[in-house]
């Protein structure tokens, strides 16, 4: 390979209507590129933060 790219999109809740998984899968056809996903096997589930106005009002 020459050059190689890896473009990296994640499915589910944060992925805007399909648009960062269909533009992946969009590219792969119209570059007839090699594609591979990858099946994470437990889903880590961070704490959330507090926002910034939240902290800004001394809570």
Do not use: K
Request: charged share 30%.
């Amino acid at each position: 390979m020459r050059d190689p790219w890896m473009v990296a999109a994640f499915e589910g809740w944060n992925d805007a209507a399909d648009a960062a998984s269909g533009t992946v899968d969009h590219l792969i056809e119209e570059w007839e590129a090699a594609a591979d996903r990858a099946r994470p096997r437990r889903v880590l589930q961070l704490p959330r933060t507090p926002s910034a106005g939240a902290h800004d009002r001394g809570r």
